[in-house]
């Protein structure tokens, strides 16, 4: 039933009716491979591009299936009304309407770079980090006037709009250019894989494709709460003798009362952790020319949600992360930005909602147990206490052809030390860089890289964290209209809760390669 499905809704999509609009169409396929979850898997992708005066219509239409001929199903499920909902919703790359800086603007699907403002907030934030593995349906809205600006974006409508944020500016108020963002979180742990719908993440789900069952305190593949489970904490002592037991007809009589079982997995439909921010900039062009600009800026945000000291184990309010001085220049293709950077009282960072943000938003650590426990990015905000320090950043332009960019951030203060157990005076940095091919040449059609690693020590160690992401696209033309992709991402995740990167098991890398060809 699902192939029929399946094909209808190609076919349906790939063949519209109207000829002018059959006219307009930019169709491209794709053959070839693609990493998922660890597993190579084949793919077969058709991704129409349907324009239709100020809107632009484009279709990601994939069949993920493996050596053995098995359909890759999650982006194929017509099991339940929600999950219908999502592969419907899956079937979009992204709908757009006009282009950013215009009057009007709108895009629902992939988001690549998400900035509010000047970037205290939200910087660079992109929902498609983890693509095709983790496919989100984001939207981006502006809305833009000579005295009113206003910038929004959904990160996921498959999450049922998880994070959420917005900006309005304006010059109305003093003469002055006045921004202020709000941005908020309601449930940091909506983004893990839930594949059963049960409310239990995979990661913490013993049964993560039975909905019925979720705890097996001895591995042993029988839930605590299944009937036929007679030694729910495996010590080779039965619990209690009763019905089930074959033979006995006696009334219940405990055997084993000191069973030692797991704690219940968090429940994420009920047990929601939330964090929001609001922030406010003041900017003023000194100089504001087409190709020659210089900008001052200040900015001040405040988080609203709650950390773990990490050395008393109380709970506390997060933090303000102020820019008292900020330059953004513009000469010719070079750009430049600047800014002096406060954190006055910790548990606050600069950037929060970045590029690496779907995978931050939730780490693991282990309990006495050796139990995988949830933890949130805002949880750990408290390791910072009181930082001072800079950013600097700069792009530039080369002909047209090559476009690099650097950005660096330098932080100084109190950090929380697992080694030391205590606060130590210490860095805190931050590398970004990033190199695109602007123009194609000869056979190379396309071709970027980049590379970053946030909030360590020192960067240039090159120590892979969960804040360390590279990557690199590469598009090399074979003629006839083909063009064979190869697309590389790697990020890390430290599965096993150690507090560091134990080689390919806690690496993801994402590895497309495949011939693309317009028909």
Known sequence: MRRYLITFLIISIAIPSSNYIRAQIKNNGAIGSVTIDGKIWN??????????????????????????GKIYSEGWDFSSTESIKNTLIDKIYYIKYGNPGESTYGRIGALENIDLGYGILVNGYSNSILYPQDKKIGVTFEKNNKSLKFKGFVNDLKENIGLY???????????????????????????????????RPNIVDDFPNNSRWWLDTDGDGLSDYDPNEWDIDGDGITDTL?????????????????????????????DSDGIMAVAIDLGYPLVDNKNYSIIIYSQAAQMVGRTVNPKTKNIENLGIGIIPFGLSSQFGPLKFKFEYRMIPKGRFEFDYWNRLYEIERISFVRNNSNQVLLRTKESRLGKYREQRGYFSGASVNFGGLLQASLSYNDMSGNLWSDKDLQFIETKNQTFLSSLSLKKGFSRLKRASAFYQQRNVPNPFNFEYSESTIIGYNLGISMGQGLVLNYIFRRSF???????????????????????????
């Open 43 to 68: 793919q077969v992708a058709m991704r129409p591009l349907v324009p239709i005066g100020k809107f632009a219509v484009a279709f990601d239409l994939v069949i993920y299936f493996d050596a053995e």
């Open 165 to 199: 944020g917005g900006r309005i500016h304006t010059s109305i108020i003093m003469g002055a250019p006045l921004g202020i963002s709000f941005v908020s979180d309601r449930n940091q742990y909506l983004g893990l894989k839930d594949n059963d719908n049960d409310g």
């Open 242 to 270: 009763d019905s089930r037991i074959p033979g006995y007809i006696g009334n219940p009589f405990v055997l084993d009362d000191n069973i030692l079982k797991k704690d219940e997995p968090i429940n994420v439909s009920k």
């Open 493 to 519: 995740r430290d599965y096993n809760a150690n507090g560091r990167i134990d080689g390919a098991n806690e690496t993801i890398d994402i590895t497309s390669i495949e011939t693309s060809f317009i028909f």
